[in-house]
């Protein structure tokens, strides 16, 4: 297991603060009062630390798979148009990130971030069915080298407030690659084909990089 790169100065600056607080918890509480309130210090940052963790995995790929972008759990399934790039029919496949899951997004398949773009918003919660078009989100769509175009968008949630993006409109991109990375708690969507074979149902959990939300037809 890793840091993420995003968690390095809001470690550093929450690390200062609470050495500062236990500091003058030793300093001017009994002990009686001291040890709760450290345990409680100690704990909290250890929140924060698991928050930006990077576990090590063995990815899953393949030409004809959707991998998961996000760890959380998947929240709908259902048939929708897409309009705001594809203007189609699509599944849409939401997975919903609590605090406690891992945050680094992956990229779902392989081929040329043919469209980007971040669209300023709410901070609805990442549930709510507004979410998806009226919170902060970025929504890029991958153009497969077999002319397929799949859309995954980060969508920020009630305690999200920054959404990281790694990624150029035009790069060649591969699958599992990072491309960002959503600070405490939000959904990713995918818009995929309507003839994709789907591998998840709601409620099931994904891990990015690893779990194969559905198969496209050849």
């Known amino acids: 297991m890793t840091l993420h790169k995003e968690g390095y100065i809001f470690l550093l600056a929450s690390g200062l603060i609470l050495t500062i607080l236990v500091g003058f918890i030793l300093a001017y509480l009994p002990a009686w009062a001291s040890y709760p309130l450290l345990v409680l210090a100690i704990a909290f940052y250890g929140m924060l630390v698991q928050f930006f963790r990077i576990p090590t995995r063995s990815h899953t790929f393949g030409d004809n798979l959707i991998i998961a972008p996000a760890d959380g759990k998947v929240v709908v399934i259902e048939k929708v148009f897409e309009p705001e790039y594809l203007l189609q029919d699509c599944l849409q496949v939401s997975i919903f990130m609590s605090p406690v899951n891992v945050h680094q997004n992956r990229v779902p398949v392989s081929g040329v971030l043919e469209y980007y773009k971040y669209h300023p918003g709410l901070y609805l919660v990442a549930w709510h069915p507004k979410s998806s078009t009226e919170n902060e989100r ?32 035009g790069q060649n991109v591969t699958q599992n690659q990072e491309f960002g990375f959503i600070k405490f708690g939000s959904r990713v969507d995918l818009f995929l084909p309507l003839d994709t074979q789907l591998d998840v149902k709601i409620g099931d959990l994904t891990k990015n990089g690893v779990t194969v939300i559905g198969k496209l037809s050849a």
Do not use: E
């Open 138 to 169: 970025n929504t890029s769509v991958v153009r497969m080298a077999n002319g397929q175009k799949i859309l995954f968008r980060q969508i920020a949630g009630a305690l999200a407030k920054r959404i990281c993006y790694y990624l150029k409109q």
